[in-house]
């Protein structure tokens, strides 16, 4: 989905239906940051936004995906086209989850013999030294690369208010965290809770 092109579009619509963002805020239950953010490309409306949204600016759910209006001869295919974006989302966002876990591994499989090596054989003290340096860089490197690619898979829902987004990295890096959650603080409500991690922004 293009959310440059989708926040212009809601803005322009706004616009015609001569609401501020603040009173188009008011009718959905949200903040006008909200709608700012939506209208500038940094942030896409959530699943349980997206109708009320729509009915708001008299447009569908497809042109909003579209992020223009749709003749009736477009809108089928529009609409085939929108639900294959929003599957290869998905796609991308799981395989580099896969590749983060690989990530993880190989850094695993390339230090632990330098670690081994330095500790069981009896070597000079500069060397043992640098084996040691090398398996910590690698583990560093390969730490930074997972998470980086793990954090820009998918997004993160807030179980509050159901806002997804994708943090900081220093948030990320900083959050404790489970296999599927991570504690994160919401940009929309403020709560500081675990978020899941989901495919899609």
């Not at 989905?1 to 603040?22: C, H, L, S, V, W």
């Not at 809108?75 to 590749?99: C, D, F, G, T, W």
């Amino acid at each position: 989905m293009d959310q440059i092109k989708i926040g212009k579009f809601i803005a322009e619509e706004r616009k015609a239906k001569k609401y501020t963002q603040r009173e188009l805020a008011d009718k959905l239950g949200i903040s006008d940051k909200t709608i700012s953010k939506w209208e500038r490309g940094n942030g896409f409306p959530e699943v349980s936004l997206l109708l009320p949204l729509c009915n708001e600016l008299e447009i569908t759910v497809n042109e909003l995906l579209s992020g223009k209006r749709l003749q009736e001869v477009d809108y089928k295919k529009i609409a085939e086209e929108n639900m294959v974006n929003l599957v290869k989302e998905a796609q991308e966002s799981k395989k580099k989850i896969v590749m983060s876990a690989l990530v993880a591994c190989l850094v695993i499989i390339a230090a632990v013999p330098l670690f081994v090596m330095a500790g069981a054989f009896d070597m000079d003290v500069w060397l043992r030294t640098v084996l040691m340096g090398i398996g910590i860089i690698i583990i560093i490197i390969g730490i930074a690369i997972a998470c980086i690619l793990d954090r820009e898979a998918g997004a993160f829902e807030c179980p509050e208010c159901n806002e997804r987004f994708v943090p900081d990295m220093k948030s990320y890096v900083m959050g404790p965290h489970t296999l599927t959650k991570r504690k994160l603080t919401c940009p929309k409500c403020g709560c500081t809770k675990y978020c899941k991690h989901v495919l899609t922004k």
